[in-house]
C-alpha cells in the first residue's frame, strides 16, 4: 500500500532536496546547521518519535527475543497443545505444541530483516537509475518511464507470485532480490524528475563545465542533494515491503518452509482465528504495529525535512506566536 | 479531446497486451504442469503425459503458444485448463463475483474517502481532524488480510451475541437457497456486508490521504479567497470552487487505486471464501497452469485499462485546461 503512497507523498520534497544547498548554510549569529533543524523538527514530533521507539524495539526483540523464553521454534511441547496464553507459553502453542513466543519472534526476525534488505536495496538501485536516466535522458529514460507504466498495469504482486514456483525450495534470498527488483520503480521516476531540475542548477552545470565525468558529477552533486527524499523513500520501503513479503507468504507465494515469516503464521492460522484467536492475533498484532510504526517515521522525517511542508510551519508559527506573547 | 482520449486509449490497450505477454511468458516459463502430473500416485502412463504436452502445446516455443491462446481469445475461447476444463464456462461467473466486490469497494471507498479527507481538511487540527487522521494510519498498516480475519472475527462475535446468523462470511450466496428474487437479494446482502467492509475500509483511509491533503493545497488559494470576497458563501466557494479543484489530482489516483484493490480483492476472495477472479489467480498459479493466469492477468489489465482510461475523462471532465488543449 505504502509504495504508491511514496509518489504523492514525497512529490511535496521536490522542494526539500533542490532547496537544501541554500538550506545547508547555517544563518548569521546561530550555529543552526540543517542536519539540528531536522533534528529538533523531529524530536517535536511525538508520534514520530514514538514510531521509533516501536521499531528498535521490533529490530531488539526479533533477535533477542528468543533468548527471554527457554523454548525453541523447534521444540514440541507433548503436554500443550492448541493451549491459550498463559505462564509458561505467554503466547500460547500451537496444534503441534510449538511454543508461539518462539515461533512469532522467528517470524519477526524474517520479516523484519526481508524489509530492511528489500528497502536498502530498492532505494539504492532507484537512486542510481533514476538519476542516470534524468540525467541522460534518451532511451534508458523511456525505457524506464515505460516499465513504471506497465507496473501499473502487471501489480508486482502479481508477477512475484507467478515466479513463486520457480524460487519455490530455494534461498528466500530469492525472494529478497525479487521483492527489491519491483519496487524500486516508482520512486526512481520521482528521483528521475528531481534530477530534471538539479541538473540545470549551477553547481552541476560548473562540475560539468570544470570536466568532471557523469558518474562522479551524479554520485557527488545529484544523488546528494536528493538525501532527503531517498531516506524517506528508504524508511516507507521498509514498511511495504514487509506488507508485500507478507501478503505472497500469506498464499505461499513468498517465504518457504522450513523458514517462517509473519505471512506464513498469518496465513496458516487465518482460517482457525476465530476459534484460537491467539495463534493469528499475536503475529498479526506485531505486523500491524511495526508498519504502523514505519509510517509514522516516515511521516515524521517527511515533515522534519520537507521545508514546505505547511504542517511544520504552521506549528513553528504557532510557537513564535506564541513565545511573543 | 476526443484525439487525448483516443491517444491513451491506445496507449492502454498496448500497455494491457504487453502485460498479458509478459504473464503469460513468464507463467509459461516457471510453471511445470508436467511435473504436477508426474507426480501424481500412481503415475499417469507415457502416452497421456505426451498427449497432455500436445494438448498444452508445451511443445511449441513459448511465443507461438501466446499467439495460438492469443487467437483464441480473440474470438472468445480462452483455452483450457490443465484438468481439460473450458476456462470461458466459468470465466462470467467469476468475473461477476469480482466485479460485484471491487465495484462495490471502489465506489464506498471512493464516496467515504473523499468526504472523510474534505471534512478533515476544513476543520484541520480539531479532534475530527486527528480522529480521521489515526483511523487511516491504523487502517492503511493493516494488509487486508489482517482487516479481513479480524472483521470476520468480529462477525462472528456480533453472530453469537445476537444468537443468530445476521453476518455471514463464507461464501457469496447460500448454495441451493429457496425463496422468491427478494430473499435471494436479502441472502446475498447478508453475505455481502463483511467482505466489501474488507475491502473498502482500505479504500476509505487511502483516498482520504490524498484527498485531505490536495484539499487543503486548495483551502490556502487566492481563487476561494476571490470566491468568498465576491460574495459567495463559504459552503458554496467551498463545494464548486475548493473540492471540484481538489478533486483533478484524485483522478490520476484512481488508476493506481485500481491495482491495489486487485490485489486485495484476491485476499478478501479467498478469506471469504468467493470464487472470483482472485481467488481463481491463487488457484490457478498453484496448479501451474498458464491458461488460467494468464487470462486473470488479462482481466486484471482490462480493468486496470478501464479505470485508467476512466480517470483520464475524469480528469478532462474537472480540468478545463486538458479540454482546450
Redesign the interface.
Same mark, same amino acid.
Given at each position: 500500500?505504502?509504495v504508491?503512497?511514496n509518489?504523492?507523498d514525497s512529490a511535496g520534497t521536490a522542494g526539500a532536496a533542490s532547496g537544501s544547498p541554500v538550506d545547508a548554510a547555517p544563518e548569521p549569529g546561530k550555529a543552526m546547521t540543517r542536519g539540528r533543524l531536522v533534528f529538533i523538527r523531529f524530536m517535536r514530533n511525538k508520534l514520530a518519535l514514538v514510531g521509533l521507539g516501536i521499531i528498535v524495539l521490533m529490530y531488539l526483540l526479533a533477535f533477542l527475543g528468543p533468548l527471554l523464553t527457554h523454548w525453541t521454534y523447534e521444540d514440541r511441547d507433548y503436554t500443550a497443545f492448541l493451549e491459550p496464553p498463559y505462564a509458561d507459553h505467554i503466547f500460547g502453542t500451537d496444534k503441534i505444541g510449538t511454543d508461539m513466543f518462539a515461533l512469532t519472534m522467528r517470524g519477526l526476525q524474517k520479516s523484519l530483516l526481508i524489509g530492511l534488505l528489500v528497502a536498502l536495496i530498492s532505494t539504492t538501485v532507484a537512486a542510481i537509475v533514476g538519476a542516470t536516466a534524468g540525467y541522460f535522458l534518451g532511451v534508458a529514460d523511456k525505457a524506464l518511464m515505460w516499465v513504471v507504466? =506497465?507496473l501499473? +498495469?502487471?501489480?508486482s504482486?502479481?508477477?512475484i507470485?507467478?515466479?513463486?514456483?520457480?524460487f519455490r525450495g530455494k534461498s528466500w534470498w530469492l525472494l529478497v532480490l525479487m521483492l527489491a527488483a519491483f519496487q524500486w520503480m516508482i520512486t526512481a521516476r520521482i528521483v528521475r524528475g528531481m534530477t530534471l531540475t538539479l541538473k540545470e542548477r549551477e553547481f552541476v552545470k560548473a562540475a560539468k563545465f570544470m570536466g568532471q565525468p557523469a558518474r562522479t558529477i551524479i554520485a557527488k552533486h545529484i544523488v546528494p542533494n536528493m538525501a532527503s527524499l531517498l531516506i524517506i523513500d528508504a524508511t516507507i520501503n521498509v514498511?511495504s515491503a514487509v506488507?508485500a513479503e507478507?501478503?505472497l507468504s500469506?498464499?505461499?507465494?513468498g517465504v518457504q518452509s522450513p523458514d517462517v515469516s509473519l505471512g506464513t503464521l498469518?496465513?496458516g492460522n487465518?482460517e482457525s482465528?476465530?476459534t484460537f484467536?491467539w495463534l493469528?492475533l499475536f503475529p498479526?498484532g506485531f =505486523? #500491524?504495529v511495526f +508498519?504502523?510504526a #514505519?509510517?509514522?517515521v516516515g511521516d515524521g522525517l517527511r515533515d522534519a525535512l520537507d521545508p514546505t511542508s505547511?504542517r511544520v510551519r504552521k506549528r513553528e508559527k504557532k510557537d513564535t506566536k506564541e513565545k511573543a506573547a | 479531446m476526443a484525439g487525448f482520449l483516443l491517444r491513451r486509449l491506445v496507449n492502454y490497450v498496448v500497455l494491457a497486451l504487453v502485460a498479458t505477454f509478459l504473464a503469460f511468458t513468464l507463467a509459461s516459463a516457471t510453471f511445470d504442469p508436467i511435473g504436477v502430473l508426474q507426480q501424481r500416485n500412481p503415475p499417469p502412463p507415457a502416452a497421456s503425459i505426451e498427449a497432455k504436452k500436445r494438448d498444452l502445446h508445451l511443445d511449441q516455443p513459448i511465443p507461438q503458444r501466446f499467439v495460438t491462446w492469443m487467437s483464441g481469445v480473440v474470438k472468445g475461447d480462452f483455452g483450457q485448463t490443465i484438468v481439460d476444463r473450458p476456462i470461458t464456462e466459468e470465466l462470467g461467473r467469476r468475473i461477476g463475483v469480482s466485479l460485484r466486490l471491487f465495484l462495490l469497494g471502489i465506489t464506498l471507498g471512493i464516496l467515504f474517502g473523499v468526504l472523510l479527507g474534505v471534512v478533515s481538511a476544513i476543520r484541520q487540527y480539531k479532534f475530527s481532524d486527528y480522529f480521521a487522521t489515526l483511523f487511516s494510519f491504523i487502517l492503511l498498516s493493516t494488509p487486508v488480510f489482517v482487516l479481513g480475519t479480524l472483521l470476520k472475527m468480529g462477525a462472528q462475535g456480533l453472530n453469537d451475541s445476537i444468537g443468530s446468523n445476521v453476518l455471514i462470511f463464507v461464501g457469496e450466496e447460500t448454495p441451493n437457497f429457496q425463496g422468491n428474487w427478494f430473499e435471494h437479494l436479502g441472502d446475498r446482502l447478508q453475505h455481502l456486508i463483511v467482505p466489501t467492509l474488507a475491502i473498502a475500509l482500505g479504500q476509505i483511509a487511502y483516498y482520504s490521504r490524498y484527498q485531505r491533503s490536495s484539499m487543503l493545497d486548495v483551502l490556502g488559494s487566492d481563487f476561494l479567497r476571490t470566491a468568498q470576497a465576491k460574495g459567495l458563501t463559504r459552503r458554496k466557494a467551498l463545494m464548486k470552487h475548493g473540492l471540484r479543484t481538489a478533486l483533478i489530482p484524485m483522478a490520476t489516483l484512481f488508476a493506481f487505486g485500481f491495482g491495489l484493490l486487485v490485489v486485495g480483492g484476491t485476499f478478501t476472495e479467498r478469506i471469504f471464501g468467493w470464487f472470483g477472479m482472485g481467488d481463481w489467480l491463487v488457484t490457478g498459479i498453484s496448479a501451474q497452469d498458464t491458461n488460467i493466469t494468464a487470462t486473470v492477468t488479462l482481466f486484471v489489465a482490462v480493468c486496470v485499462l478501464f479505470s485508467g482510461w476512466l480517470a483520464d475523462v475524469l480528469y478532462a471532465a474537472l480540468d478545463p485546461r486538458i479540454r482546450v488543449n
Open positions: 500500500m505504502t504508491i503512497l509518489e504523492g507504466d =506497465l501499473l +498495469v502487471l501489480p504482486f502479481l508477477i507470485a507467478i515466479l513463486s514456483p520457480w514498511g506488507l507478507t501478503g500469506y498464499f505461499g507465494f498469518i496465513g487465518a482465528a476465530t484467536p493469528f498479526a =505486523l #500491524v +508498519v504502523l #514505519v509510517n509514522w505547511t | -
